[in-house]
């Protein structure tokens, strides 16, 4: 399978998003999967299904930034109706990482059997999806990133605590010594 860093494709519908993630989701698509979730959240849709068929893996970072996603949307904010994050065919050792880091509830399964009138859209309709060339230049901004995930995961769950207290210590440091306060 290689090493491959996650390409995210998007299909916009009436009422659903299905993003395709396949390859490795990491630290590296992270802002942009953030990025285009808010954006199209904004933009009033609130069934996001994420097609993980062809995700090897997620890592702590992209992991954290759907939980966070996931939990906002579950609250709703500023008058907006709650919104959904549905997984579609994770695999063992995706939901494994849920399920170990705390961060399962905040998602919804669909049963790659059970027939639904919103299945996502078949792949000739799913378009690349943007990607946020300052993510790319811009290590702040990953590091940023990776900092508010992490972050996040050890406050949902304070069995995280030991797990990245020192990845996120290193992470600040690192945005310090990039001139971030």
């Keep these: 399978m290689g090493s491959s860093v996650a390409t995210l494709q998007v299909c916009v519908g009436d009422s659903v998003v299905c993003i395709k993630i396949a390859g490795r989701a990491t630290f590296h698509v992270s802002f942009d999967f953030k990025t285009l979730v808010l954006r199209l959240r904004q933009k009033g849709y609130t069934r996001f299904i994420l097609d993980l068929t062809d995700c090897q893996l997620m890592d702590s ?21 709650p919104a959904t994050l549905e997984l579609l065919n994770p695999n063992q050792r995706i939901l494994d990482m849920l399920e170990n880091l705390g961060i399962g509830h905040f998602f919804r399964l669909i049963d790659k059997n059970a027939p639904t009138p919103t299945t996502p859209a078949a792949e000739t309709e799913l378009e690349r999806a943007p990607s946020e060339s300052v993510a790319a230049a811009d290590k702040r901004v990953l590091s940023r990133t990776c900092l508010e995930a992490h972050k996040f995961l050890m406050e949902i769950n304070p ?12 992470l600040e440091e690192d945005l310090k010594k990039l001139g971030e306060p």
């Design 159 to 170: 069995a995280n605590v030991p797990k990245f207290k020192d990845v996120t210590r290193f």
């Design 61 to 81: 970072t992209f992991l954290g930034v759907m939980a966070g996603l996931g939990a906002t949307f579950h609250a709703g904010r500023n008058g907006d109706p």
